[in-house]
């Protein structure tokens, strides 16, 4: 039996709508620093070019926003989240993953979903560099969960023992955003 693509609830789009609660970052190469920090025992600062030279992968996932619609088929290249978790060596006690935007947006997932084969830190969108809409130079994309969970313009990875909800979790949005459950918002 094929396993459908689309959750329910959702229509496919050939585009790629822009949704953003902010500006996009203006990114400064020179300047520009990801960190990964909190329970790991190697902190990680990286500038953009040492950000770049590490392993590159390229992943095809869906992507699926809590408005509604989907789009299939994205071909994402970067970091895998599996291969910074093993770069900062990520302690047993975290259980949850923070992703942090320039401008101090936050979301937040569980440590399993990051680690999921569908994770990665993207530079590149189709071939091409990230664009800022889209949440260029970096964003992380989590492709098992709602595409809000999937933050723009990434510059900090933050492992906690406790959930920290984030922007839109505050606001009424499901913590676990599981799209085949229609997990969209939090009953209150």
Same mark, same amino acid.
């Given at each position: $039996?094929? @396993?459908?693509?689309?959750?329910?609830?959702?229509?496919?789009?050939?585009?790629?709508?822009?949704?953003?609660?902010? +500006?996009? $970052?203006?990114? &400064?190469?020179?300047?520009?620093?990801?960190?990964?920090?909190?329970?790991?025992?190697?902190?990680?600062?990286?500038? #953009?070019?040492?950000?770049?030279? $590490?392993?590159?992968?390229?992943? !095809? *996932?869906?992507?699926?926003? !809590?408005?509604? =619609? /989907?789009?299939?088929?994205?071909?994402?290249?970067?970091?895998?989240?599996?291969?910074?978790?093993?770069? *900062?060596?990520?302690?047993? /006690? *975290?259980?949850?993953?923070? $992703?942090?935007?320039? /401008?101090?947006?936050?979301?937040?997932?569980?440590?399993?979903?990051?680690?999921?084969?569908?994770?990665?830190?993207?530079?590149? =969108?189709? %071939?091409?560099?990230?664009?800022?809409?889209?949440? %260029?130079?970096? +964003?992380?994309? !989590?492709?098992?969960?709602?595409?809000?969970?999937?933050?723009?313009?990434?510059?900090?990875?933050?492992?906690? @023992? *406790? &959930?920290?909800?984030?922007? #839109?979790?505050?606001?009424?949005?499901?913590?676990?955003?599981?799209? =085949?459950?229609? @997990?969209?918002?939090? !009953? +209150?």
């Amino acid at each position: $039996m094929k @396993k459908e693509r689309v959750p329910p609830g959702q229509h496919v789009t050939d585009g790629f709508p822009v949704l953003n609660v902010e +500006r996009p $970052m203006k990114f &400064d190469r020179q300047k520009w620093r990801f960190r990964v920090t909190g329970e790991v025992d190697k902190p990680l600062e990286l500038t #953009w070019e040492q950000f770049l030279a $590490m392993p590159s992968h390229k992943i !095809v *996932a869906d992507f699926h926003c !809590v408005t509604g =619609w /989907s789009r299939l088929d994205n071909e994402w290249e970067g970091v895998l989240g599996r291969t910074i978790c093993e770069t *900062a060596k990520v302690k047993p /006690s *975290a259980k949850y993953v923070v $992703m942090i935007a320039d /401008s101090g947006y936050t979301s937040n997932t569980s440590v399993d979903s990051f680690l999921d084969d569908g994770t990665i830190l993207a530079y590149k =969108w189709g %071939g091409k560099d990230l664009e800022p809409k889209h949440g %260029g130079p970096l +964003r992380s994309v !989590v492709s098992s969960i709602y595409a809000y969970k999937s933050v723009k313009w990434l510059v900090e990875l933050k492992f906690v @023992k *406790a &959930d920290e909800p984030g922007y #839109w979790e505050v606001r009424g949005y499901h913590n676990e955003a599981d799209p =085949w459950k229609e @997990k969209r918002y939090s !009953v +209150r």
